[in-house]
């Protein structure tokens, strides 16, 4: 399942605050993002990927494309979703956090999200929580994408979102489906009756599968230690330890 | 088909569970570590330069030939340590915690709702005594335990025989979750052993065997400079230990082959740590001739030691003794070392320590905090070395096996405040740190599960 950036404006934080915003002592609660998409079309949104900094709740609210006559108008996604369970202490504070649209996606698909890292990063690749969650709405033809934050804890000096990517369905990729003889036997060549003591074919290509997954992510994660030994061709003379 | 979904998701929830909270949050936290980390980096190269020794060197054939014959016996030298130093201390390691800043918590002078007055300022979340007693259900009132429902006053028809039976069981099914649950109310002395190994899944198969004799073979052909301070340790500690003594060639045996073992490397991936770097001699600056140093990337402190040497009295077979402390290092004790936000790991266990003892008391806190007695100072070194030597060993081991049981360090935080809370009525005739500190000094005489229990779930909130 492959995905494509969708390139994206996004607009300046706006706070919401009660009153003159000037000469009121405390830090505003609420914090608005607009995210608009000038170069594309309405697309259909797959993914949006960020980075929390300290934001307890988040609320999507979409602007979709209906038709030609009707104006678009604006559709709440996501209500209240929580990102910090305790908004006075750290945990979740810093998460990279994938919202993904749940298409009916079966529970192996979720094994495979959770370990999916978040490539681009500059800090290299990132263990990124992933929260498959439901969006109240149908994520086809958006327009424009707004973001309500909300920290209502008084102990951070400032909350927002960082790195904000946003994904749509990118075109099937024949190389991530597995060889056809793998999941769909050659009809004429079934067993015609099924052995004592061996396992169901059917059952046994699923745990492939799985198997498939599992190996697949273990090589996308290189280690460069080589396996016990920890010299260079036998030799260890060291100097001195590196600061770098 | 469900069954191996779940397991599938159980196995990727566990090691999102392992990764989660093992990051370093915001640029100064980072900062603050990144420097610690290059501390530790000039002292070791200062001592390299100042003592002219190389951080390693080949050993020659003769030398080799020395170490190979006296190798079960290499407590019996004496060589010159005089000069060698630690390269830190817990208390050192204290001073980078206390001073860890979150740049976006609002530290400002006036006192709010969550002021921290103890000395972790990082707003991290704990379990309270509610949460914990849940957590810890197992060790409630109701619940046998071995460490209350043994001694000599309780007949063993009430509880001890039957826990035996249930522990032999659970060893002849070879059932690892069950013994991880079983622990939690703890291990009898004759099955301890055989337990720990099934949790952390120790089976000592001939290529386990063969892998310590291949570091046993590195220790011979290579010497490092981490040798002299695990030397150095071991005789400042273990060694003037009463209980630990008998086992320095042990300690040496397992510490030494520890520092050359690649494998530990792994555990890097989920520590915020990261291995010290050199290059061979020569080469400095070319990617292929970079190497950890030393190969196991853990560079001993004071008191390292302490995390091995109770493993001594349970596993006298080198190969497993060795295999044990690693898993359980890479487990839990390097936690007890690096800076994360993982709930076991060091600076939640001493936020969660300064919490209990401010909330449940809160006289006692303020107390000391007023003489100049931050609580935390004097706990601090039980925590980091995992009571290791403050507690006598029948005790240390039904801790331990708790911490197997419950996987989490955080027992050891609620014992520190547990501690605190029975010697409270002397504390708070004291007037200075040391004064504190003394009446603190001896745990030896202290029943760990006792304390634990009224601590939890019989002191009157």
Redesign the interface.
């Known amino acids: 399942m492959s995905r494509v950036s969708v390139p994206c404006h996004v607009k300046s934080t706006v706070a919401l605050q009660v009153g003159d915003m000037r000469t009121s002592q405390g830090r505003p609660g609420v914090l608005v993002i607009d995210v608009t998409f000038p170069s594309v079309g309405p697309f259909e949104l797959q993914e949006i990927v960020f980075k929390n900094y300290y934001t307890a709740f988040l609320s999507i609210r979409v602007r979709q494309h209906t038709s030609m006559y009707t104006p678009a108008k604006w559709v709440t996604c996501l209500r209240d979703y929580c990102l910090m369970p305790d908004p006075h202490s750290e945990e979740g504070a810093q998460e990279y956090v994938s919202l993904f649209k749940h298409q009916g996606l079966g529970r192996q698909h979720l094994g495979s999200l959770l370990v999916r890292r978040l490539l681009g990063s500059e800090l290299g690749p990132r263990w990124v929580l992933v929260c498959v969650c439901q969006m109240l709405c149908d994520m086809a033809r958006v327009l424009e994408l707004r973001l309500i934050l909300r920290q209502p804890s008084p102990l951070w000096l400032s909350f927002t979102v960082e790195e904000l990517q946003i994904y749509q369905q990118g075109p099937k990729s024949p190389s991530m489906t597995f060889p056809k003889w793998l999941s769909h036997p050659v009809p004429c060549e079934q067993p015609v009756p099924l052995l004592e003591g061996l396992p169901d074919p059917s059952r046994v290509s699923s745990e492939v599968q799985q198997m498939w997954a599992l190996t697949e992510m273990i090589r996308a994660s290189h280690t460069s230690t080589r396996i016990g030994r920890f010299d260079v061709d036998g030799c260890y003379d060291l100097n001195l330890l590196s600061y770098t | ?1 469900l069954q ?2 779940s397991d ?2 159980l196995v ?2 566990q ?2 569970q392992k ?3 093992s ?1 370093l ?2 640029q100064l936290e980072r900062q603050a570590w990144g420097s610690w980390e ?1 501390r530790i ?2 002292s ?2 200062s001592m ?2 100042e003592l002219s020794i ?5 050993r020659p054939v003769g030398e080799q030939k020395e170490l190979l014959n006296k190798w079960n016996e290499m407590g019996t030298d004496e060589p010159d340590l005089s000069l060698f130093r630690p390269v830190y201390a817990p208390k050192d390691f204290l001073e980078v915690l206390i001073n860890l800043r ?5 530290n400002g002078d006036s006192l ?1 709702f ?1 002021t921290h007055l103890g000395l972790i300022q ?4 704990v379990k309270d005594i509610p949460e914990l007693k849940e957590f810890f259900v197992e060790l409630g009132l109701t619940t046998g335990q071995l460490g209350i429902d043994d001694s000599t006053q309780v007949p063993p028809e009430l509880f001890e025989n039957e826990h035996v039976r249930i522990g032999q069981k659970v060893l002849a099914e070879q059932d690892s979750a069950a013994a991880q649950q079983y622990v939690r109310q703890g291990s009898p002395t004759a099955l301890r052993a055989e337990l720990w190994a099934l949790i952390l899944n120790i089976s000592s198969q001939p290529e386990d065997i063969l ?1 310590y004799e ?1 570091l046993k073979t ?1 220790v011979i052909q ?1 010497d490092l400079l981490v040798d002299s301070l695990i030397y150095k340790d071991v005789k400042l500690t273990a060694s003037n230990d009463d209980y630990y003594f008998v086992f320095e060639d042990y300690l040496y045996q397992v510490l030494l082959c520890f520092s ?1 073992d ?2 530990v ?2 555990h890097f991936a989920y520590n915020s740590a990261s291995p ?6 020569g080469k ?1 600056g070319l990617e ?6 030393p ?1 196991n990337g853990v560079i001993p402190f004071h008191g390292f030691s302490m995390y091995v040497a109770p493993l001594c009295f349970l596993y006298h077979e080198p190969s497993k003794l060795y295999q044990i402390f690693r898993e359980m290092y890479v487990r839990f004790f390097f936690r007890l070392h690096s800076i994360s ?1 993982h709930p076991s790991g060091i600076v939640s266990l001493c936020l969660l320590f300064e919490t209990l003892l401010q909330t449940y008391l809160p006289q006692l806190f303020y107390h000391l905090r007023e003489i100049g007695a931050q609580p935390l100072r004097i706990s601090f070194k039980w925590m980091v070395r995992a009571f290791s030597g403050y507690l006598a060993t029948d005790q240390l081991l039904l801790l331990w096996d708790r911490i197997l049981g419950y996987n989490s360090l955080e027992i050891l935080a609620v014992l520190a405040a547990a501690v605190f809370a029975f010697r409270a009525v002397n504390l708070m005739e004291v007037t200075s740190l040391a004064a504190a500190e003394a009446v603190l000094a001896d745990l030896s005489t202290l029943k760990v599960m006792p304390l634990l229990q009224i601590f939890l779930f019989a002191t009157v909130t």
């Open positions: 088909m191996e979904e599938l998701s990727i929830a090691i999102v990764l989660k909270g990051h949050y915001a290059k980096l000039k070791l190269n390299c330069t190389p951080l390693a060197r080949k979150n740049p976006n918590y609002e709010s969550r990082v707003p991290l979340k892998y291949q590195n290579h050359r690649t494998s490397l792994g010290p770097k050199s290059y061979i001699r400095l292929e001739y970079a190497v950890f140093y190969p936000s």
